[in-house]
């Protein structure tokens, strides 16, 4: 999946389309994200305990990963992501290959 857990996204189509918000929960599994602030819904939830209250809450619903675009906090631009294999040393000198995120408008690394 191309979006992780506190990117900023924006919704590329559907009601809610052209709002920016965080990615709060990514499930790569079903491919659906939950972004803040977007596909709100209302739940009426019953009163479970005796001081507990019950009424309408409002709440994010899951959207589909392909309906929202991520923002490169580079450019400040919305992006597809490529994938690039960057060799990083560590503290005892030896290399080892990571495979990051990079923007496609600006070329610079995202993760």
Known sequence: MFV????????????DKG???KVVTAAPKTGKVIVEGVAMVTKHQ????QGQPGGIIKKEAFIDAS???LVCPKC???TRVAHQIVEVTTKDGKTTKK????CKKCSQQID
């Open 46 to 49: 019953k009163s479970r305990a």
């Open 99 to 102: 495979n990051v995120r990079v």
């Open 76 to 78: 400040g631009k919305a």
């Open 19 to 21: 709002a920016k918000g």
């Open 4 to 15: 992780k857990t506190k990117d900023q996204v924006v919704v590329i189509s559907g009601k």
């Open 67 to 69: 309906n929202v675009m």
